[in-house]
């Protein structure tokens, strides 16, 4: 019988992949009981390691044509600057993803728009706005031959 942390890891492995499992099923597929198998699932979401559970959506049936990834230099090196700049990117609706990263620039955003005129209004009437940021530069997504964010 394999160790209790390879029987969690497989778990984890299963839900990320197929969060609507049924216990039973994900029991079966783990050789635990299904009281012991749920069980093992509430102790990992009390602990943390399951933070949610979450839909994947079709981005071409919800009218979303358009993806990038943009990185953002800022002018300021200053928390006031960064909370200022993240304060914008959680009520920019476009912007799926605001990553604080290392390197030359400050940010990495996940953008997505149902077109390039709407992304363009996003570049200039948001990001073109913001007083702290210095550089833009956007990487247009042309397809995503492996994609596991669920």
Avoid: W
């Avoid at 049924?22 to 509430?42: D, G, T």
């Avoid at 981005?59 to 990834?69: D, E, K, M, S």
């Amino acid at each position: 019988m394999p160790h209790q942390g390879a029987i969690n890891t497989q778990i984890l492995q299963i839900l990320s992949t197929d969060g609507r499992i049924s216990n039973l099923h994900l029991a079966e597929r783990v050789a635990l009981s299904p009281s012991a198998c749920l069980r093992r699932v509430q102790e990992m979401e009390r602990a943390g390691l399951i933070k949610g559970y979450r839909a994947v959506l079709d981005p071409v049936a919800l009218g979303i044509g358009f993806t990038a990834y943009v990185t953002v230099g800022l002018n300021e090196h200053t928390k006031a600057a960064q909370r200022a700049f993240e304060r914008a990117m959680d009520a920019a609706p476009e912007v799926i993803e605001c990553h604080n990263v290392t390197g030359a620039v400050e940010y990495l955003l996940r953008v997505e728009a149902p077109d390039l005129a709407r992304y363009k209004d996003f570049h200039t009437e948001v990001l073109g706005t913001l007083p702290q940021v210095t550089a833009i530069t956007t990487y247009v997504v042309m397809g995503s031959p492996k994609d596991q964010r669920a």
